[in-house]
Structure formats: C-alpha cells, structure tokens
C-alpha cells in the first residue's frame, strides 16, 4: 500500500490518544494519530515521525501521523494498514491457493472478522488481523495493552474452527527487524492463555513482518512465533 504525499515532522507531545503535536516545518501542528493505543515507546519528545495529509476535508487535523523512527527502526502506526496490506497479499493469491472470494468486516457468532474467505466449492474459513508495533530487543509482541476484544475474537475464531471453518490470526508486524513474536503475557496474560487455546484448538497463527518505507508498506518475510508463556 502507498500514501502518496509524505513529509517529515519532529514529534513533541500527545495531548490525547486521538491527537498528537509535531514541529512541522519549524511550526507547531495538531495532527491525528492513525493508532488509538499507548505507543510509549514509540512517541516519544524529539522523535522523527510521518505525515501523510488527511483524507476528511471536515476533519479539524489536515494531516495523519502514520509512521515512526524508533532508533534503527521505522515503524508503520497505521491501524488501518495491517488489514489492507493483508487484503492486498491475500487476493494476490499469497495466503489460499485457488481463492475465489476475500470479503472483509464478516460477523460470526459475537464477533465481526476482519475477513471471510472460500477457495471452491469446499474450503472456506475467517481470518483476523492484528497490527503489532511494539518491540524490544528484536522481539514483536502483542497487545500493547489489554484487549477483551482480541481475546473475544480469539475465542470466537476457535469456536468457528470447531464448527469445521479454516481460522487463522495473523499477526502483522508493521516494522521490518524483529526475529521473533510473542504474547505481550506482562502486559494482558489472559490474551497469551487465549491465543495458546486457540493454537490448540487448531486456529493457525501467522506472523509476518513488513517492508517499511515513509510511504509505504508491504508485507513480506515470515517470523518465528513462541507462544510462551514467558
């Protein structure tokens, strides 16, 4: 996926988690953050972030923060990207040979998956998506903070596996480096015990990092996950 337009900004402070201010150009702009959560470590005074104008010509922000440098790292902060980037390598073929339908946001029992998907007659099954942007010491992990609604959506993907549906989680890290992916158990333990059942209840758990430019981003190399517990 490309933003198209791009611009280089410093990153000062975080009034709120929808709103971020940044040194633009020697001046001070309010811009929206594409990411509700924590990003501690990520948005951080004097950190080179990246802009890519709005999309709302109603919005108060004209522009989106949607990347990071954390040291030698670029990070995606995107919330949004991980699902299109995933729509974008799936319907390319690389996820299900033979595929003939990807239809994202399907509800299922209590949940709304990120996609559905059929490859013939025969195989059908749910995917869902989650962006990861937190990372220590090249290890990935998720959440970044607790999340009743992933470990619902991870329960739910395993009841749809017991019901004879293909389900996978697949975990998109949006940065290129990390060697490895493990639940976040200090941060949400319940999320780590719920993606381990699900693993044994036969859902599939992928991790795949990213090809990360300012405006751009692609998914591409497998990484090795430990389910832990840690």
Same mark, same amino acid.
């Given at each position: *996926? ?22 633009? /150009? ?50 995606? *902060? ?26 994202? /946001?399907?509800? #299922? ?7 559905? #998907? ?44 017991? /019901? ?10 949006? *940065? ?41 981003? #692609? ?12």
């Amino acid at each position: *996926m490309r933003y198209g337009r791009v611009e280089a900004a410093r990153f000062l402070r975080r009034p709120n988690r929808f709103v971020a201010e940044v040194d633009l /150009e020697g001046r001070t702009e309010t811009v929206h953050v594409k990411n509700t959560g924590r990003c501690r470590e990520l948005l951080t005074p004097g950190a080179q972030v990246y802009l890519a104008p709005g999309t709302n010509p109603a919005r108060k922000t004209a522009w989106d923060l949607i990347a990071v440098e954390k040291g030698p790292l670029l990070i995606n *902060m995107d919330a949004q990207a991980p699902n299109r980037v995933f729509g974008e390598w799936a319907a390319a073929g690389r996820f299900v040979p033979g595929l003939t339908l990807l239809k994202p /946001e399907t509800a #299922w029992g209590r949940s709304r998956f990120d996609f559905y #998907w059929e490859a013939g007659p025969e195989r059908r099954g749910f995917v869902e998506v989650k962006g990861v942007t937190l990372e220590q010491d090249g290890v990935a992990a998720f959440p970044d903070a607790p999340t009743e609604r992933g470990v619902r959506h991870l329960e739910e993907l395993a009841a749809a596996r017991r /019901e004879g549906y293909a389900c996978a989680v697949c975990f998109v890290l949006q *940065m290129k480096g990390p060697v490895l992916f493990r639940p976040n158990e200090a941060t949400h333990p319940a999320f780590g015990a719920a993606l381990r059942a699900a693993a044994e209840a036969g859902v599939e758990v992928l991790v795949r990092d990213c090809r990360v430019t300012p405006g751009e981003l #692609w998914l591409d190399a497998p990484v090795p996950a430990d389910l832990g517990p840690v």
